[in-house]
């Protein structure tokens, strides 16, 4: 059986949530998101519509979408990043689509389904 690549959440009580990547496949390992900080310098969150859940969407469209030609300059505080555009224009729409919904504390969101959404927001835009 050949899983797809998979993010995998879950909030251990009295720690800080872990966002992880699956990487697919028959004998899938799975390694750390890469947090894109831009809202939230605790990390991750998921079930509301905060700064925690707006960095794990921004760090999920960064992933699904790859390396971009056209990045924004985002700021935080007194300190400032480059992101990629379409990560970037989509993220909230991840956000308030799957993230902010979410009512438990683990959750699995195969990658196909954020390159749905991205292609769904991509084309409303049209």
Not at 25 to 32: A, F, I, K, L, T
Not at 71 to 96: D, N
């Amino acid at each position: 059986m050949n899983l797809p690549r998979c993010f995998h959440g879950i909030r251990p009580k009295g720690k800080k949530p872990v966002v992880t990547v699956s990487s697919g496949g028959d004998n899938p390992s799975r390694v750390p998101l890469e947090q894109v900080v831009c809202h939230s310098p605790g990390g991750f969150e998921w079930g509301y519509g905060g700064s925690g859940p707006a960095d794990l969407a921004l760090s999920m469209a960064t992933l699904v979408i790859g390396k971009e030609r056209d990045e924004v300059e985002i700021g935080l505080g007194k300190k400032s990043a480059k992101v990629g555009a379409r990560a970037w224009a989509v993220h909230q729409y991840i956000k308030t689509k799957v993230i902010a919904v979410l009512r438990s504390d683990e959750f699995r969101i195969p990658l196909p389904q954020i390159e749905r959404l991205i292609a769904e927001f991509e084309r409303s835009r049209e």
